[in-house]
């Protein structure tokens, strides 16, 4: 596409920060012409779309993850946490068929020339369609440039104040791997001056209200980037419906607060052998935090999916109920059905022994899977290995990472106009395994840093760095090298004046969430899949190998 092309030769362009850009654009057009455009400028909230064209059969995506996820040697340090949206490893191109596509309509002179001869006369409009117009093409020309693809507008609504317009619209980053779409709000009252992301809250309230109430647009627009989430636990209702279903249960293994990573490769397996079998997967909302990733070195249980993970499409993706809805409905019918027309019939497996092959033909309404014995014979994704593996895929497409910490990564990327590159470095108990990885350590030094990426970084661009060393102050060195990006520069995305505090907090009964080391993991890992230059720590730092010397 020419819009792709003309990214790839104007990358230098887009290298400017983004201030500097927009005052240039102004400087190349008579200025008196724009005393009074401003466009101010947020991210603020995101619709959502299930992806559509999933571009890899699921075998590969299976493959792809496996070699991520070794079966039973988990020596993955769970700092990146891929799920589903990542696996799509080269980002689908905008098909050409597709409408979608913004193409820049006018040159950005004529319509603001326009735009201002009409604003000169009488009071700002927003319905105007020049309005639009002249927002279309001061995107296109000015901003985030050759890396957004614009999807749609809608129109814009009047702002606070006279002469202020707030604007909607859906973009996606040509990085982004998965369809989700992002929704942006921008206020504009004329366009001279790009603020900071996050400030056209009336079209984001527009956004929001429109489904409920479009009259009763609220005095102070409560901004909820997720009015439109709906995780809620579906439950499964009367005796009849209950009994008409078939579910697979798997009572709690030994996975329970071990790593994420091994925790998505166990439920999965679970949801596998449950598609497999035509059943309902019974799910334990319930999650358990590895003392690996918890500051007081403990396990801590009872953190809900809904945190970590995209319940909303898991729902929509897979048969799944709460174990806990389930529990209560089966005792409740069981007991009722006991009276007269006989009971629920269950078939207890006890090993991970009994393949799902064996189960296909059962026609229980219950398999109850029980993950008794020790450690790792009570690991469920042991029903996966071996033969069954030809048998089980998992459904990798099911699982993607909370909405609400992608809310953080869009604006992250987007506080660093999603131009940036960004170094993953693994540090922690490799780092220290001088047995296993023996230049790690040496590998990941600030020194071997700095010099390693001024030689495949270009200097003072934003550098992005996902890592699990807990020293903030140990990347220093590279400050005078690059812009620097830390996951807790964003600190404030998830303090108690965030969104996500809100929303999380209200998902957890009115007790404010930590964020915790499986978030920021899986934050870390998002920002660093949008990054244009990706440099990893095994193979690009280090040559230790990933899983420990003599593995590669
Ligand atoms: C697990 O992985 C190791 C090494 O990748 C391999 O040798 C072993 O056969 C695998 N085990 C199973 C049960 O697939
Ligand atoms: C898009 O168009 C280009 C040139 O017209 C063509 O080479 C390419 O195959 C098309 N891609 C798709 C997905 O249709
Ligand atoms: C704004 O413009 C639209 C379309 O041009 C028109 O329908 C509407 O009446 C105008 N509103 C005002 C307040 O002038
Ligand atoms: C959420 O989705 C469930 C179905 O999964 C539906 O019954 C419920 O009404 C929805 N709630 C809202 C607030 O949209
Ligand atoms: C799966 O189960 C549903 C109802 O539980 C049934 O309608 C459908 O035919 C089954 N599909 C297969 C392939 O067995
Ligand atoms: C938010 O946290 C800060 C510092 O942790 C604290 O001083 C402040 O009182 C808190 N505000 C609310 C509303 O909880
Ligand atoms: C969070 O909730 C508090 C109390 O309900 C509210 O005052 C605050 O504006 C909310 N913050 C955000 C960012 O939504
Ligand atoms: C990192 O290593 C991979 C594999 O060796 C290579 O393809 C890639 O170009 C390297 N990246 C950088 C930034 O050097």
């Known amino acids: 596409m020419k819009e792709a092309s003309s990214a ?58 496996s070699s991520v996820l070794p079966n039973s040697t988990f020596h993955t340090d769970d700092s990146l946490l891929p799920t589903g949206e990542d696996l799509l490893l080269s980002s689908p191109s905008p098909s050409n068929s597709s409408s979608s596509t913004y193409q820049p309509p006018d040159p950005w002179l004529q319509s603001s020339s326009a735009l201002t001869s009409s604003l000169s006369s009488a009071p700002l409009n927003c319905s105007d369609p020049r309005v639009l117009a002249a927002i279309r093409s001061f995107n296109a020309r000015a901003f985030f440039r050759g890396s957004i693809v614009f999807l749609s507008y809608d129109a814009p609504v009047a702002g606070p104040h006279p002469g202020e317009c707030d604007a909607a619209w859906r973009f996606r980053n040509r990085k982004e791997k998965s369809w989700r779409r992002y929704r942006d709000y921008r206020r ?9 992301f996050r400030s056209g809250t009336n079209a984001a309230a527009a956004a929001v209200a429109s489904p409920r109430s479009r009259a009763a647009r609220p005095k102070t627009p409560q901004i909820s980037a997720d009015a439109d989430i709906n995780d809620t636990i579906p439950t499964v209702g009367s005796e ?74 898991l729902k929509e993706s897979a048969s799944v109920v709460e174990e806990g809805e389930f529990l209560r409905d089966w005792r409740r019918w069981d007991r009722a059905g006991a009276k007269k027309n006989g009971r629920i019939s269950v078939r207890k497996v006890p ?35 071996g033969r069954a593996a030809k048998y089980i895929q998992r459904p990798w497409h099911a699982i993607w990472k909370s909405k609400r910490l992608m809310n953080i990564v869009t604006e992250i990327a987007g506080k660093m106009d999603w131009d940036y590159d960004a170094v993953h470095v693994i540090r922690g108990w490799k780092a220290q395994d001088k047995k296993l990885w023996p230049n790690l350590d040496a590998d990941t030094s600030p020194e071997a840093l700095a010099a390693k990426l001024t030689k495949v970084l270009r200097p003072m661009r934003n550098l992005y760095i996902a890592t699990n060393e807990p020293f903030y102050n140990y990347f220093d060195r590279l400050r005078s090298h690059f812009k620097v990006h830390l996951l807790d520069d964003y600190k404030e995305m998830w303090g108690n004046t965030s969104e996500w505090y809100n ?3 209200a998902l957890n009964g009115g007790r404010p969430v930590d964020f915790d080391g499986y978030m920021r993991v899986a934050v870390d890992t998002e920002v660093l899949y949008r990054a244009k230059t990706q440099v990893e720590t095994f193979n690009n730092l280090t040559r230790d190998c990933k899983d420990g010397i003599n593995t590669c």
């Open 8 to 65: 790839s030769s104007s990358s230098l362009a887009s290298e400017i920060p983004l201030s500097q850009k927009v005052i240039k654009v102004i400087s190349n057009v008579c200025f008196s012409f724009f005393v009074l455009s401003v466009l101010v400028v947020t991210v603020i909230a995101v619709t959502y779309q299930p992806p559509d064209p999933w571009l890899q059969s699921s075998s590969a995506l299976t493959s792809s993850l």
């Open 188 to 196: 504009s009252f004329e366009v001279v001056y790009v603020g900071k």
């Open 240 to 313: 009849s419906q209950f009994k008409k279903g078939k579910y697979l249960y798997y009572t709690r293994g030994g996975d329970h607060c071990k790593g994420m990573n091994q925790f998505v490769w166990s439920f999965l397996c679970g949801l596998g052998e449950a598609q497999f079998l035509n059943r309902t997967f019974v799910m334990d909302l319930s999650i358990c935090l590895s003392g690996a990733h918890t500051p007081s070195g403990k396990d801590e249980d009872g953190k809900d999916f809904r945190f970590y993970f995209d319940f909303e499409h």
């Open 351 to 385: 090993t991970y022994k009994v393949a799902p092959m064996q189960l296909k033909k059962d026609k229980s309404t219950i398999i109850w899977r029980q993950f008794g014995g020790p450690e790792p014979e009570n690991y469920w994704y042991r029903v996966c290995e």
């Open 503 to 505: 929303e999380t907090m």
